[in-house]
Protein backbone atom coordinates (compact mmCIF):
# COMPACT_ATOMS: atom_id res chain seq x y z
CA UNK A 1 0.00 0.00 0.00
CA UNK A 2 1.19 3.23 -1.45
CA UNK A 3 1.41 5.78 1.59
CA UNK A 4 -0.14 9.31 1.50
CA UNK A 5 -0.07 12.33 3.49
CA UNK A 6 -3.44 13.41 5.08
CA UNK A 7 -3.57 17.03 4.99
CA UNK A 8 -7.28 16.84 6.92
CA UNK A 9 -8.33 20.01 9.19
CA UNK A 10 -9.87 17.63 11.58
CA UNK A 11 -10.18 15.04 12.72
CA UNK A 12 -6.75 15.10 11.51
CA UNK A 13 -3.85 13.29 10.97
CA UNK A 14 -1.42 11.03 13.61
CA UNK A 15 1.81 10.31 13.33
CA UNK A 16 2.84 6.84 12.18
CA UNK A 17 5.27 6.03 14.91
CA UNK A 18 1.78 6.25 17.49
CA UNK A 19 -0.55 4.86 15.37
CA UNK A 20 1.75 1.42 15.25
CA UNK A 21 2.28 1.53 18.80
CA UNK A 22 -1.43 2.12 19.31
CA UNK A 23 -1.66 -1.49 16.97
CA UNK A 24 0.78 -2.80 18.40
CA UNK A 25 -0.64 -2.82 21.50
CA UNK A 26 -4.17 -2.82 21.41
CA UNK A 27 -5.31 -6.03 22.02
CA UNK A 28 -2.98 -6.70 24.60
CA UNK A 29 -2.38 -3.69 26.53
CA UNK A 30 0.12 -3.25 29.61
CA UNK A 31 0.53 -7.51 29.79
CA UNK A 32 -3.02 -7.48 30.94
CA UNK A 33 -4.54 -9.39 27.74
CA UNK A 34 -6.99 -7.28 27.33
CA UNK A 35 -7.36 -3.78 25.15
CA UNK A 36 -7.39 -0.68 27.11
CA UNK A 37 -10.36 0.28 25.55
CA UNK A 38 -12.04 -2.07 27.73
CA UNK A 39 -10.82 -1.35 31.20
CA UNK A 40 -12.01 0.56 33.79
CA UNK A 41 -11.04 4.48 34.20
CA UNK A 42 -10.44 3.55 37.77
CA UNK A 43 -8.10 1.12 37.69
CA UNK A 44 -4.54 1.77 39.02
CA UNK A 45 -3.21 0.74 35.38
CA UNK A 46 -5.46 3.68 33.72
CA UNK A 47 -4.65 6.34 36.20
CA UNK A 48 -0.99 5.79 35.78
CA UNK A 49 -1.68 6.47 31.86
CA UNK A 50 -3.58 9.91 32.84
CA UNK A 51 -1.24 10.96 35.96
CA UNK A 52 1.63 10.97 32.75
CA UNK A 53 -0.61 12.17 30.17
CA UNK A 54 -0.50 15.25 32.68
CA UNK A 55 2.85 15.64 33.35
CA UNK A 56 4.06 15.44 29.85
CA UNK A 57 1.68 18.18 28.81
CA UNK A 58 2.38 19.90 31.58
CA UNK A 59 6.51 19.80 30.52
CA UNK A 60 6.07 20.10 27.17
CA UNK A 61 4.03 23.54 27.63
CA UNK A 62 6.50 24.97 30.57
CA UNK A 63 2.62 25.10 33.28
CA UNK A 64 3.37 26.54 36.58
CA UNK A 65 1.97 24.68 39.33
CA UNK A 66 -0.87 27.32 40.24
CA UNK A 67 -2.70 26.30 36.92
CA UNK A 68 -4.41 23.37 36.83
CA UNK A 69 -5.11 20.67 33.78
CA UNK A 70 -8.79 19.31 33.27
CA UNK A 71 -10.16 16.54 30.72
CA UNK A 72 -13.44 17.07 29.49
CA UNK A 73 -15.83 16.07 26.75
CA UNK A 74 -18.09 17.67 24.17
CA UNK A 75 -15.25 19.23 22.27
CA UNK A 76 -14.74 23.00 21.91
CA UNK A 77 -17.98 23.85 20.67
CA UNK A 78 -18.83 22.40 24.44
CA UNK A 79 -16.27 24.82 25.81
CA UNK A 80 -18.03 27.75 23.92
CA UNK A 81 -20.92 27.53 26.56
CA UNK A 82 -18.92 25.99 29.41
CA UNK A 83 -16.63 29.18 29.39
CA UNK A 84 -19.39 31.65 30.46
CA UNK A 85 -21.09 29.48 32.30
CA UNK A 86 -18.19 28.45 34.51
CA UNK A 87 -16.71 32.43 34.41
CA UNK A 88 -19.31 35.03 33.69
CA UNK A 89 -19.83 35.38 38.01
CA UNK A 90 -21.71 38.47 38.63
CA UNK A 91 -20.55 40.39 35.63
CA UNK A 92 -22.87 41.16 32.63
CA UNK A 93 -21.03 40.73 29.75
CA UNK A 94 -17.33 39.53 28.27
CA UNK A 95 -15.47 40.77 24.99
CA UNK A 96 -15.17 38.29 22.08
CA UNK A 97 -12.33 39.18 20.14
CA UNK A 98 -13.69 38.47 16.73
CA UNK A 99 -10.99 37.26 14.11
CA UNK A 100 -12.87 34.82 11.99
CA UNK A 101 -15.01 31.86 11.91
CA UNK A 102 -14.57 30.19 15.34
CA UNK A 103 -13.61 33.23 17.32
CA UNK A 104 -17.67 34.61 15.73
CA UNK A 105 -19.19 31.00 16.80
CA UNK A 106 -18.22 31.44 20.42
CA UNK A 107 -19.48 34.93 20.87
CA UNK A 108 -22.69 33.85 18.93
CA UNK A 109 -22.70 30.88 21.72
CA UNK A 110 -21.93 32.92 24.48
CA UNK A 111 -25.11 35.12 23.51
CA UNK A 112 -27.10 32.40 25.70
CA UNK A 113 -25.43 33.34 29.11
CA UNK A 114 -24.57 36.43 28.84
CA UNK A 115 -24.23 40.37 27.10
CA UNK A 116 -21.25 40.08 25.52
CA UNK A 117 -19.89 42.55 22.95
CA UNK A 118 -18.07 41.13 20.00
CA UNK A 119 -15.02 43.11 18.25
CA UNK A 120 -13.59 43.16 15.54
CA UNK A 121 -9.97 42.72 14.66
CA UNK A 122 -10.16 41.58 10.99
CA UNK A 123 -9.16 44.59 8.43
CA UNK A 124 -7.85 44.86 5.35
CA UNK A 125 -4.91 47.68 3.69
CA UNK A 126 -4.44 47.35 0.34
CA UNK A 127 -5.85 44.01 -0.55
CA UNK A 128 -4.59 42.50 2.46
CA UNK A 129 -6.15 40.91 5.34
CA UNK A 130 -4.57 41.63 8.84
CA UNK A 131 -5.35 41.13 12.31
CA UNK A 132 -5.23 44.43 14.69
CA UNK A 133 -2.35 43.64 17.53
CA UNK A 134 -3.35 43.12 21.10
CA UNK A 135 -2.48 46.51 22.38
CA UNK A 136 -4.76 47.79 19.72
CA UNK A 137 -7.99 46.05 21.12
CA UNK A 138 -10.75 47.84 21.63
CA UNK A 139 -11.29 46.30 25.28
CA UNK A 140 -13.84 47.12 27.66
CA UNK A 141 -13.19 48.52 31.09
CA UNK A 142 -15.73 46.32 32.97
CA UNK A 143 -15.90 42.37 31.77
CA UNK A 144 -15.71 39.40 33.04
CA UNK A 145 -13.16 38.14 30.64
CA UNK A 146 -11.94 38.38 27.03
CA UNK A 147 -12.24 35.26 24.83
CA UNK A 148 -10.02 34.86 21.83
CA UNK A 149 -8.97 32.43 19.45
CA UNK A 150 -5.09 32.35 18.07
CA UNK A 151 -5.66 30.24 14.97
CA UNK A 152 -8.69 30.63 12.99
CA UNK A 153 -8.90 27.00 11.32
CA UNK A 154 -10.84 28.04 8.57
CA UNK A 155 -9.83 31.41 7.89
CA UNK A 156 -6.02 30.64 8.26
CA UNK A 157 -5.33 33.90 10.11
CA UNK A 158 -3.32 33.85 13.17
CA UNK A 159 -2.91 36.29 16.04
CA UNK A 160 0.93 35.49 17.04
CA UNK A 161 1.36 38.00 19.80
CA UNK A 162 -0.12 36.86 23.15
CA UNK A 163 -2.40 39.27 24.90
CA UNK A 164 -1.15 39.83 28.01
CA UNK A 165 -3.78 42.72 29.64
CA UNK A 166 -3.01 43.97 33.39
CA UNK A 167 -6.05 42.71 35.68
CA UNK A 168 -8.29 41.39 32.82
CA UNK A 169 -8.54 37.18 32.31
CA UNK A 170 -7.95 36.39 28.83
CA UNK A 171 -9.20 32.86 27.52
CA UNK A 172 -8.19 31.31 24.42
CA UNK A 173 -9.85 28.78 21.90
CA UNK A 174 -6.20 27.52 20.93
CA UNK A 175 -7.88 24.40 19.46
CA UNK A 176 -5.81 24.21 16.23
CA UNK A 177 -2.68 26.55 17.67
CA UNK A 178 -2.09 24.36 20.98
CA UNK A 179 1.43 22.57 20.74
CA UNK A 180 2.61 24.55 17.73
CA UNK A 181 4.51 27.05 19.31
CA UNK A 182 6.09 28.13 23.09
CA UNK A 183 3.34 30.07 24.94
CA UNK A 184 3.43 31.70 28.37
CA UNK A 185 0.35 30.01 30.45
CA UNK A 186 0.84 33.12 32.50
CA UNK A 187 -0.46 35.69 30.39
CA UNK A 188 -4.49 33.47 30.24
CA UNK A 189 -6.30 32.84 33.16
CA UNK A 190 -7.67 29.44 30.70
CA UNK A 191 -6.79 27.98 27.54
CA UNK A 192 -8.98 24.82 25.70
CA UNK A 193 -8.58 22.85 23.07
CA UNK A 194 -10.35 19.88 21.27
CA UNK A 195 -8.29 16.99 20.50
CA UNK A 196 -9.10 16.57 16.69
CA UNK A 197 -6.63 19.04 15.38
CA UNK A 198 -2.92 19.19 16.65
CA UNK A 199 -3.58 16.29 19.16
CA UNK A 200 -4.37 13.02 18.59
CA UNK A 201 -8.44 11.59 17.58
CA UNK A 202 -11.56 13.44 18.51
CA UNK A 203 -13.49 13.25 21.79
CA UNK A 204 -11.37 15.17 24.52
CA UNK A 205 -11.14 18.30 25.49
CA UNK A 206 -7.91 19.89 27.20
CA UNK A 207 -8.63 22.64 29.65
CA UNK A 208 -5.81 24.98 31.36
CA UNK A 209 -6.98 27.05 33.90
CA UNK A 210 -5.56 28.87 36.73
CA UNK A 211 -6.58 27.47 39.95
CA UNK A 212 -8.34 30.79 41.37
CA UNK A 213 -11.06 30.75 38.86
CA UNK A 214 -12.06 27.51 39.82
CA UNK A 215 -15.53 27.25 41.46
CA UNK A 216 -17.72 29.99 40.18
CA UNK A 217 -19.98 27.75 37.87
CA UNK A 218 -23.70 29.38 37.40
CA UNK A 219 -26.19 27.12 39.21
CA UNK A 220 -27.69 25.76 35.83
CA UNK A 221 -24.09 24.56 34.35
CA UNK A 222 -24.50 21.29 34.24
CA UNK A 223 -22.02 18.97 36.65
CA UNK A 224 -20.11 17.79 33.73
CA UNK A 225 -19.19 21.35 32.43
CA UNK A 226 -18.43 22.41 35.82
CA UNK A 227 -14.61 22.91 36.49
CA UNK A 228 -14.87 22.31 39.87
CA UNK A 229 -16.24 19.55 39.65
CA UNK A 230 -14.05 18.11 36.84
CA UNK A 231 -11.19 19.36 38.94
CA UNK A 232 -12.42 17.54 42.43
CA UNK A 233 -13.52 14.45 40.54
CA UNK A 234 -9.83 14.31 38.44
CA UNK A 235 -11.77 14.63 35.20
CA UNK A 236 -13.33 11.51 35.72
CA UNK A 237 -16.86 12.99 37.34
CA UNK A 238 -18.28 10.90 34.35
CA UNK A 239 -16.69 8.09 32.57
CA UNK A 240 -13.71 9.48 30.24
CA UNK A 241 -12.94 8.79 26.66
CA UNK A 242 -10.27 6.92 27.81
CA UNK A 243 -8.91 5.17 24.03
CA UNK A 244 -8.79 8.98 23.04
CA UNK A 245 -6.84 10.25 26.60
CA UNK A 246 -4.83 7.11 26.13
CA UNK A 247 -4.16 7.87 22.58
CA UNK A 248 -3.42 11.72 23.19
CA UNK A 249 -0.72 10.59 25.84
CA UNK A 250 0.99 8.90 23.69
CA UNK A 251 1.07 12.04 21.19
CA UNK A 252 2.46 13.66 24.08
CA UNK A 253 5.43 11.48 24.73
CA UNK A 254 6.05 11.72 20.73
CA UNK A 255 6.75 14.99 21.19
CA UNK A 256 8.75 14.76 23.64
CA UNK A 257 10.85 12.62 21.30
CA UNK A 258 11.04 14.92 19.14
CA UNK A 259 12.41 17.51 20.99
CA UNK A 260 9.48 19.44 22.72
CA UNK A 261 7.80 22.57 21.26
CA UNK A 262 10.82 24.48 20.21
CA UNK A 263 12.13 21.97 17.89
CA UNK A 264 8.47 21.42 16.78
CA UNK A 265 7.78 25.22 16.25
CA UNK A 266 11.18 25.42 14.42
CA UNK A 267 9.64 22.74 11.83
CA UNK A 268 6.26 24.04 11.74
CA UNK A 269 8.00 27.35 10.60
CA UNK A 270 10.13 25.90 8.05
CA UNK A 271 6.88 23.57 6.66
CA UNK A 272 4.53 26.69 6.68
CA UNK A 273 7.23 29.38 5.02
CA UNK A 274 7.98 26.32 2.45
CA UNK A 275 3.94 26.75 1.06
CA UNK A 276 3.70 30.39 1.38
CA UNK A 277 6.90 30.69 -0.77
CA UNK A 278 5.39 28.96 -3.72
CA UNK A 279 2.20 30.62 -3.19
CA UNK A 280 3.98 34.16 -3.22
CA UNK A 281 6.28 33.32 -6.24
CA UNK A 282 3.23 32.70 -8.14
CA UNK A 283 0.60 34.57 -9.74
CA UNK A 284 -1.50 31.13 -9.93
CA UNK A 285 -2.48 30.41 -6.48
CA UNK A 286 -3.80 33.26 -3.97
CA UNK A 287 -3.48 34.49 -0.30
CA UNK A 288 -4.30 37.76 0.89
CA UNK A 289 -3.23 37.54 4.42
CA UNK A 290 -0.58 40.07 5.98
CA UNK A 291 2.51 38.03 6.41
CA UNK A 292 2.33 38.90 10.01
CA UNK A 293 -1.55 37.07 10.27
CA UNK A 294 -0.80 33.63 8.47
CA UNK A 295 -1.77 31.15 10.17
CA UNK A 296 1.51 28.12 10.36
CA UNK A 297 -0.77 25.28 10.85
CA UNK A 298 -3.80 25.59 8.18
CA UNK A 299 -2.36 26.88 5.09
CA UNK A 300 -4.99 28.73 2.65
CA UNK A 301 -5.25 29.30 -0.50
CA UNK A 302 -7.12 29.94 -3.89
CA UNK A 303 -6.70 29.24 -7.79
CA UNK A 304 -6.51 32.44 -9.62
CA UNK A 305 -9.22 30.72 -12.00
CA UNK A 306 -11.67 28.95 -9.32
CA UNK A 307 -12.56 26.51 -12.32
CA UNK A 308 -9.05 24.17 -11.86
CA UNK A 309 -10.16 24.19 -8.16
CA UNK A 310 -11.45 20.48 -8.96
CA UNK A 311 -8.85 19.54 -11.32
CA UNK A 312 -6.23 20.57 -8.43
CA UNK A 313 -8.35 18.30 -5.42
CA UNK A 314 -8.43 14.98 -8.35
CA UNK A 315 -4.29 15.47 -8.99
CA UNK A 316 -3.09 16.02 -5.71
CA UNK A 317 -5.43 13.39 -4.54
CA UNK A 318 -3.65 10.81 -7.62
CA UNK A 319 -0.95 11.93 -6.33
CA UNK A 320 -1.36 10.97 -3.09
CA UNK A 321 -1.61 14.79 -0.78
CA UNK A 322 -5.27 14.14 0.53
CA UNK A 323 -7.79 16.24 1.99
CA UNK A 324 -7.40 19.27 0.85
CA UNK A 325 -10.51 20.76 0.05
CA UNK A 326 -10.86 24.38 1.39
CA UNK A 327 -13.74 25.25 4.09
CA UNK A 328 -17.04 24.84 2.52
CA UNK A 329 -17.44 28.69 3.50
CA UNK A 330 -14.04 29.88 1.89
CA UNK A 331 -14.17 27.61 -0.32
CA UNK A 332 -10.53 26.99 -2.28
CA UNK A 333 -7.46 24.97 -0.92
CA UNK A 334 -6.52 24.65 2.47
CA UNK A 335 -3.34 22.54 3.31
CA UNK A 336 -3.65 21.63 7.07
CA UNK A 337 -0.44 21.26 8.17
CA UNK A 338 -0.23 20.15 12.01
CA UNK A 339 2.42 18.95 14.12
CA UNK A 340 1.90 15.37 12.79
CA UNK A 341 2.57 16.77 9.28
CA UNK A 342 6.45 16.00 8.44
CA UNK A 343 8.27 18.01 6.21
CA UNK A 344 8.26 15.49 3.61
CA UNK A 345 4.97 15.67 3.32
CA UNK A 346 4.82 19.36 2.68
CA UNK A 347 7.78 19.45 0.16
CA UNK A 348 5.81 16.79 -1.61
CA UNK A 349 3.01 19.05 -1.62
CA UNK A 350 5.35 22.29 -3.15
CA UNK A 351 6.65 20.37 -5.81
CA UNK A 352 3.02 18.90 -6.76
CA UNK A 353 2.34 23.05 -7.23
CA UNK A 354 4.73 23.84 -9.25
CA UNK A 355 4.11 20.81 -11.32
CA UNK A 356 0.32 21.61 -11.68
CA UNK A 357 1.13 25.63 -11.87
CA UNK A 358 3.34 24.76 -15.21
CA UNK A 359 1.04 22.37 -16.26
CA UNK A 360 -2.11 24.91 -16.58
CA UNK A 361 -0.90 28.15 -15.79
C1 LIG B 1 -12.41 22.69 15.18
C2 LIG B 1 -12.51 23.91 16.00
C3 LIG B 1 -13.57 24.12 16.88
C4 LIG B 1 -14.69 23.11 17.04
O1 LIG B 1 -14.25 21.99 17.73
P1 LIG B 1 -15.27 20.83 18.13
O2 LIG B 1 -14.38 19.89 18.86
O3 LIG B 1 -15.84 20.28 16.88
O4 LIG B 1 -16.31 21.42 19.00
C5 LIG B 1 -13.58 25.27 17.63
N1 LIG B 1 -12.60 26.18 17.53
C6 LIG B 1 -11.56 26.02 16.68
C7 LIG B 1 -10.50 27.06 16.63
C8 LIG B 1 -11.49 24.89 15.89
O5 LIG B 1 -10.45 24.72 15.06
Not at 10 to 38: F, H, T, Y
Request: hydrophobic fraction near 35%.
Amino acid sequence: MNSIYNFSAGPAMIPKDVLCKAQKELKNWNNLRCSIMEISHRTQEFYQVVTEAEKDLRDLLNIPDNYRILFCQGGARGQFSAVPMNLIRNFSGADYINSGYWSNCAFVESKKYCNPKSISIKKTKNNKTYLLKPSEWNISDISAYIHYCPNETIDGLSVYEEPNFHNKIVIGDFSSFILSRSINIENYGLIYASSQKNIGPSGITIIIIRQDLIGYASKLCPSVFDYNTLYKYNSMFNTPPTFAWYLSGLIFKWLKKKGGIKKIAQLNKEKSDLLYEVIDNSKFYINNINKENRSEMNVVFHLLNSELDKIFLEESKKNGLYALKGHLIVGGIRASIYNAMPLKGVKKLAKFMLFFEKKYG
